[in-house]
């Protein structure tokens, strides 16, 4: 069994901090340009596909694809789920949004396309959390038994985000958080789990004492 010094294991935990740098990174990445040139905050993450920073938004969901078809672990069910998930993170990128004015009916289909790979994708990512990553055939080590509490938190996070963007756009609801449309609020709170639970994952906090 390779051990942590292991330039595999290293890679591979390398890959996993990559993936949870990417996810909590990006919703503050493409709302910089609000401090250097004009811009507004967008009422969605997907939004940004239509600003200045549309590549950093596609890039970056290309480089979680890549993560993700790249780390995909050990068992055949991370497998499954890790190029599952990277064919969702490229789809959510190449299948844009439609624009919130004056969308064709084209734009309008493929919208609901990236709708529908965003939440394969979250899906995909809460069962990461909730599922794949406690697995461990081993004793548990106290520092696995809080990552696990970790993984949990951050999944039922996506998944409870998930719904409350449903209900939003389902019911048309108006309202801000935090100055923040409830879309783009609840966007970075997913984000933000997925992100916390791949850098948990890949080892920055929690890791076993050795």
């Not at 919703?27 to 920073?53: C, D, K």
């Amino acid at each position: 069994m390779p051990n942590g010094q292991d330039p595999r294991v290293f890679t591979y935990l390398t890959l996993r901090k990559s993936v949870g740098v990417i996810a909590f990174a990006l919703p503050f990445a493409v709302a910089i340009p609000i401090f250097i040139a004009r811009h507004v905050l967008e009422s969605s993450i997907s939004g940004y596909y239509y600003t200045g920073a549309r590549n950093l938004f596609v890039g970056s969901l290309c480089a979680v694809a890549m993560f993700q078809f790249s780390c995909r672990g050990f068992d055949w069910r991370d497998e499954v789920a890790g190029i599952f998930s990277a064919i969702c993170s490229v789809g959510v990128g190449f299948f844009p949004t439609a624009p919130e004015i004056g969308a064709s009916p084209q734009q309008k289909h493929i919208g609901w396309v990236h709708y529908t790979f965003a939440a394969l994708l979250f899906l995909t990512l809460a069962y990461f959390c909730l599922v794949l990553f406690k697995i461990r055939s081993e004793t548990p080590t106290p520092q696995k038994l809080q990552r696990n509490g970790v993984y949990t938190a951050s999944g039922v996070v996506i998944l409870l985000s998930l719904l409350a963007i449903a209900v939003t756009r389902g019911w048309d609801l108006k309202y801000s958080i935090l100055g923040l449309g409830p879309v783009l609020f609840f966007e970075t709170t997913s984000l933000l789990a997925f992100g916390t639970a791949w850098l948990t994952k890949g080892e920055t906090i929690l890791k076993d004492v050795s």
